[in-house]
């Protein structure tokens, strides 16, 4: 069985930076495509960052320039580095396959952006 952790979310000022971890079990990490989700109070859980097995990256636009996403096959872990936070950047993190059937979702990592 898959198991997903993530970690890494607190509380910064806007402006601010944060390094989101999300380890992984199981061999098939290092194949298959992940991502980074986030959901915030009263919105559904919205798509942020992609990486395949082989580092290519994506991202949404309202994070492009802002947030880095990267992997290490051989930790099984996946990192969302985010600079440059705004308030609305505010949400529960989550990590998960980006193409295909979701794992079991992992009980996420709050990120919380104010003054």
């Known amino acids: 069985q898959v198991q997903l952790v993530e970690s890494g979310g607190g509380f910064v000022q806007p402006g601010g930076s944060l390094r989101l971890s999300c380890a992984a079990s199981?061999?098939?990490?290092?194949?298959?495509?992940m991502g980074w989700y986030r959901q915030a109070p009263g919105k559904e859980r919205e798509l942020v960052a992609t990486?395949?097995?082989?580092?290519?990256?994506d991202y949404a636009d309202s994070v492009k320039g802002r947030f880095t996403i990267s992997r290490d096959n051989a930790k099984n872990t996946m990192y969302l580095q985010m600079n440059s936070l705004k308030p609305e950047d505010a949400a529960v993190y989550y990590c998960?396959?980006?193409?295909?059937?979701?794992?079991?979702w992992g009980q996420g990592t709050q990120v919380t952006v104010s003054s």
């Open positions: 990486i395949t097995g082989a580092g290519i990256t």
């Open positions: 998960n396959r980006a193409k295909g059937r979701s794992y079991d």
């Open positions: 199981g061999s098939f990490f290092r194949t298959t495509v």
